[in-house]
């Protein structure tokens, strides 16, 4: 009897021994009940509060669950793209595999800053380049080699910086039709074209016809009638 006694008294203080001070009476030492369940209810409230990591078991629920938690919209039409350039568009399938990803409506937004940022001068760059090889395989047709290319284009380079303004003879110089205008003009002999000089039809001066030039549908979409009104105002503006 003894024996028992002496053992649960033992068991005992090893129970409240291995209870932390701050939930014992500084006192007493006795074991204060009311402060354990107020630290088990707060305890409660915050693995209450946890997002739960889903696992490999193939548990859309908790996979839902945690995508929300995240901020990830229900569908990829949550995402509210915002566009910063204007040769951009939301894609659909883009959208749907982000949304597949988990990715939240800032990283989404990331995505197409990147591509407006990095993508599109890289497009447009390449653009360009297609475009200058196909105009210079054009002049490569109208001299018949590159070695008679050179020679023309050294003589219109000397002859359009002489005489024509750096503006104009730059313009006229990035395209096929504008080279072939350039030529024109030095072998017709016309007069220099001295900068800040110039005559002609006020309605086609030099600051209209260069800004003509910069229009897409001069150097990208090469329209005929658009190309011959610019080498024609060119002409009655600087007549031979």
Known sequence: MTANLLDAETHDDAGIDAVPEKFRDPQTGALR??????SYRALEQKLAGMVVLPGDDGDEDARLRFHRAL???????GYEITLGNPALSTDPDVNRRLHEAGF???QAQLVYDLACDHVVPQLHRMA???RL????DRLMQR?????????TARALEA???????????NALASSYEGIVAL???MQNGDPALTRGEGGGDPALNEDQLVGMMRDPRYWKKRDPEFLAKVTDGFKRLYPG
């Open 128 to 130: 360009g380049e297609y």
């Open 183 to 185: 030529e024109s003009m």
């Open 71 to 77: 901020g990830v919209p229900d569908s990829p039409d």
């Open 33 to 38: 009940t009311d402060l354990l369940l107020k």
């Open 159 to 169: 002859w359009g910086r002489r005489n024509l303004p750096e503006p104009v003879f």
């Open 133 to 136: 090889r196909g105009e210079r």
């Open 143 to 151: 001299y018949g080699s590159e070695a008679r290319f050179a020679e």
């Open 104 to 106: 939240t409506p800032a």
